[in-house]
């Protein structure tokens, strides 16, 4: 990759925390984003997360000076090396955006978008100048913190993008996946809606409160699941025969768990029920103390995880 500043368009929460891990690895980073405040949130939020980045390792040349706001997109893109969309999930406003930043970004620069769930075929289709260079890059909150980052090419992106895409990330220690067809959602989205979908039908019919629902997973499955994705777990429940003894043993009642599983609608009333339940759980927690919990045994996990390369 060239020597040169990464621009970051758009200084929400996710953008944000991009501007973060890329001053973090080393990089300049030019932040554009009109809104009022922006400047003011972005720095703030820079500084917020620089603690636990510098725990899991700061790079060679990593300084929070690096960081500068540009007046305008123009100023932002000039010499970029890469770019890193986060702006508004609003179709008419991504539009407008994305055709000025495929306009003015330099050539040969992967346009990514963090979009979580327009598809990048659609994105292309904004962007007449280059849309082969214009992906999907979708990473997940908080995103200085967690590796994943979900790589979506579009109908008419080059195959030298995507791999361009992938190096960026991996530079920067992120896990990049392939995500192969465009689907609302991407990937981690679509896994995370099929657990929420039967949380919610477990409350709407009283099988289960809120805070239980919670307890179960992060005390149970979701511990694994931090170590070894879903399938892998799986397959180590199967002992020495593997995923093959668990599907032949396990597989035919998992069938009619997963034709019992509820199709939930979320009328007024069941969003009631779903807020009432995190307040009940949540009763007496300032959410800024558990953030901050949140994040710090998110590091001491990351940082435990290098020690075992052969965790997938």
Not at 100 to 127: F, K
Not at 149 to 172: H, I, N, T
Not at 217 to 241: K, N
Request: charged share 20%; aromatic share 4%.
């Amino acid at each position: 990759m060239k020597s040169g500043p990464v621009a970051v368009i758009g200084a929400g929460t996710i953008g944000i925390g991009w501007a973060a891990l890329l001053l973090a690895r080393g990089h300049d980073v030019r932040v554009f984003d009109p809104a009022d405040g922006a400047e003011v949130r972005l720095r703030d939020g820079v500084e917020a997360a620089w603690p636990a980045l510098e725990r899991l390792g700061l790079a060679a040349g990593a300084d929070r000076s690096r960081l500068t706001t540009s007046a305008t997109l123009e100023q932002a893109l000039e010499g970029a090396t890469f770019v890193q969309e986060s702006g508004p999930e609003d179709l008419e406003a991504k539009a407008e955006l994305l055709a000025d930043v495929d306009a003015l970004a330099p050539e040969g620069v992967v346009v990514a978008s963090s979009s979580s769930g327009l598809m990048p075929t659609t994105l292309q289709q904004m962007c007449s100048a280059h849309p082969e260079r214009v992906l999907i890059g979708h990473p997940f909150h908080p995103a200085q913190l967690v590796p994943l980052v979900e790589v979506v090419p579009g109908e008419r992106s080059s195959k030298e993008f995507v791999k361009a895409a992938f190096s960026f990330y991996e530079s920067l220690g992120k896990r990049p996946v392939l995500v192969r067809g465009e689907v609302p959602g991407h990937l981690t989205n679509r896994l995370q809606a099929a657990l929420w979908r039967e949380a919610y039908s477990l409350v709407e019919r009283g099988i289960a409160t809120v805070g239980d629902i919670d307890t179960a997973i992060s005390s149970g499955p979701g511990l694994r699941w931090a170590l070894l994705g879903p399938l892998a777990g799986q397959h180590l429940s199967g002992g020495p025969g593997g995923m093959a003894h668990t599907l032949r043993h396990l597989g035919p009642p998992a069938q009619v768990w997963m034709d019992d599983l509820g199709a939930p609608r979320l009328t007024p009333a069941l969003t009631d029920a779903l807020v009432a339940g995190v307040d009940a759980e949540l009763e007496g927690i300032d959410q800024r103390d558990l953030v901050a919990q949140r994040d710090e045994l998110l590091v001491e996990l990351i940082l435990r995880k290098r020690d075992f390369p052969s965790l997938p």
